[in-house]
């Protein structure tokens, strides 16, 4: 029999194996509501636990119930990916100002958990063993099992706060010494949980007046800045018309900025966020947007000696105010966890504008 007649066999059995392997790969680490929770040495009876998913892209799984008077029952499941898991209680929605209860299995297989004071977002400032949470003793457990990791532990409180914070850390980087410093997490989320009906919801603190910052300071400084500094180079043969056009946008741009600015401050307060990098940066773009409003108010007659060095200043202190502004802009798209979309939105927007300019200044070289 020759070796092609094999080869149906062969493929078929290939096959059989990937799906298998596809089907292991799938039930690792799967949980869901629609499956029993078998879990030994928990301090309460599982079987009646209500139960939510609250955070799907990372098939986070609560359980929950108050099992007895003004004691609050809680079950976190999510996949066991050697980093830690968390679990926070928000006063307000946002990190600064809540209670978390973080757990995870060491690589040596030790089991940790603790309460952290969540009083900013440097890791110095995430206090361990404190906290307004009420945790009952010898409650609190982290089990490992079937590549899960189940955060269990119980609150004396008469209705547990509704807005949740979760989060994941980083993976391999677990919290040692005596003071357990906790690493900045991978990703987090902040959901909102109705305890009657299991319903649970994302959201994202201020979210309105966080959209508002960044469309006004992209619009403001990221944008019309460019184009206003494209009309003033490249536009000049029509004469006021370019003038006037680039006053125009200019102006714009600073009160956009500003506005964005401004709302900025107000969404610090508001969050308790530890944004110094992101404001200092801001707060320079500010500056300089104001210096050079004033050199506009101040500019010399052309026929004037020091006409020169004022186009100097003008121009030069504006090639830096955007070099920062675009700088800052993907920070704070950064910080605010926006991710891909904003990023590509504006990065083709620069690129654009970019190459605008390259044609424009090759155009303006080719005439010369």
């Known amino acids: 029999m020759r070796l092609s007649h094999y080869f149906p066999v062969l493929f078929y059995f290939f096959i059989s194996c990937g799906f298998l392997l596809l089907a292991s790969v799938n039930s690792q680490g799967a949980d869901s509501c629609n499956t029993n929770l078998t879990l030994n040495g928990l301090p309460f009876d599982s079987s009646s636990l209500h139960c939510a998913s609250v955070w799907a892209p990372h098939n986070f799984i609560l359980r929950y119930l108050e099992t007895s008077t003004d004691v609050w029952s809680f079950v976190l499941s999510a996949p066991d990916n050697?980093?830690?898991?968390?679990?926070?209680?928000?006063?307000?929605?946002?990190?600064?100002?809540?209670?978390?209860?973080?757990?995870?299995?060491?690589?040596?297989?030790?089991?940790?958990?603790?309460?952290?004071?969540?009083?900013g977002q440097k890791p110095s400032q995430v206090v361990v063993n404190q906290g307004s949470l009420q945790i009952t003793g010898n409650s609190s457990m982290i089990l490992s099992q079937s590549s899960r990791l189940y955060l269990v532990f119980q609150l004396n409180t008469n209705q547990p706060l509704t807005r949740l914070i979760y989060s994941v850390g980083p993976v391999g980087v677990f919290p040692t010494g005596t003071d357990y410093e906790l690493t900045r997490h991978r990703d987090q989320v902040t959901a909102e949980l109705n305890y009657v009906t299991g319903q649970a919801s994302s959201r994202t603190p201020y979210k309105q007046l966080r959209r508002s910052h960044g469309i006004l300071?992209?619009?403001?400084?990221?944008?019309?800045?460019?184009?206003?500094?494209?009309?003033?180079?490249?536009?000049?043969?029509?004469?006021?018309?370019w003038f006037y056009s680039h006053t125009l946008v200019q102006s714009l741009g600073f009160v956009l900025g500003v506005a964005g600015v401004i709302s900025g401050l107000v969404l610090e307060n508001k969050l308790g966020a530890d944004v110094s990098t992101h404001k200092g940066l801001g707060i320079f773009i500010l500056v300089l947007?104001?210096?050079?409003?004033?050199?506009?108010?101040?500019?010399?007659?052309?026929?004037?000696?020091?006409?020169?060095?004022?186009?100097?200043?003008?121009?030069?202190?504006?090639?830096?105010?955007?070099?920062?502004?675009?700088?800052?802009?993907?920070?704070?798209?950064?910080?605010?966890?926006?991710?891909?979309?904003?990023?590509?939105?504006?990065?083709?927007?620069?690129?654009?504008?970019?190459?605008?300019?390259?044609?424009?200044?090759?155009?303006m070289w080719m005439r010369k």
């Open 289 to 363: 947007g104001c210096l050079q409003v004033m050199a506009f108010l101040a500019r010399p007659n052309k026929e004037s000696k020091v006409r020169k060095y004022w186009n100097w200043y003008h121009h030069n202190m504006g090639r830096i105010l955007i070099i920062f502004a675009i700088a800052n802009i993907f920070y704070g798209i950064h910080l605010g966890e926006k991710g891909k979309g904003w990023n590509a939105g504006y990065g083709i927007t620069i690129a654009i504008l970019f190459l605008i300019a390259i044609v424009l200044e090759i155009r």
């Open 82 to 119: 050697n980093s830690y898991i968390a679990m926070g209680f928000s006063p307000s929605g946002g990190m600064v100002g809540s209670s978390a209860v973080v757990g995870w299995v060491s690589a040596d297989g030790t089991p940790t958990i603790r309460q952290y004071a969540l009083r």
């Open 217 to 241: 300071n992209i619009l403001g400084w990221g944008i019309l800045m460019i184009i206003g500094a494209i009309l003033a180079r490249y536009f000049k043969q029509w004469d006021p018309i």
